[in-house]
């Protein structure tokens, strides 16, 4: 089954490439989508003979690497890959063509524990407050995730007081991996940029009643140098043929 969709996914990449010659393509992608995007983006260029130039950084927040900060000083992209409502902003400040606007993948919250540690239980509202609670100190990422679990989890818990002396939110780097050197005892983050860090045991999702689901889309830049293999990239990424790979990342695939 698994190379039955990968030769569907091939076959989906030749008809979408209509490319005289290999061009490349600069794409800009958050977090979130990235782990199946290193699949993905490697099959497409290999395919259609395109290189894929990728820059890496959150949706928003304040870092330089965040990919408004990057589009606003000037730098140029093709396609634009991050949370969905950054997104839409970008589409309003008329630095995205509303019209590419493609829908890729849902993303939900989960937790990690540093490898051989006990795993809490969080399978309910409760469970996961007294974990919390216990917890000697909790992490949580500088983008869509952390916002969420700063602003609107711990108080929908009713523990922020709590929770605010042994909490942090983590710049830049994958929370994963500050848990991993057991400098914080849980790491909260979207589950597909929890997967890939070593030294990390995945627990589990948080409980849907307190989920937080980001929708990652994409689109492609006013001004892209390529849009015609943007476009093309895009299609493949949305596309039927790649959602076991999707899936198989933390994410769950959109409804269409």
Known sequence: MKKLFSYAALILIASLSSVAQAEEIRVMTSGGFTAAYKILGPEFATSTGNTLHTDLGPSMGKAPEAIPNRLARGEKADVVIMVG???????????????????????RIGLVVREGAAKPDISSVEALKKTLLDAKSVAYSDSASGVYIEEQLFKKLGIEDQLKPKSKMIPKIPVGSVVATGDYQLGFQQVSELLPVPGVSFVAKIPESVQSVTRFAAGIALGAQHPAEAKALLDYLASPAVQPQVQATGLDSVSR
């Open 85 to 107: 409502y950054a997104l839409d902003d970008l589409i309003k400040q008329g630095k995205v063509d509303p019209a590419s606007r493609v829908e890729l993948a849902d993303s």
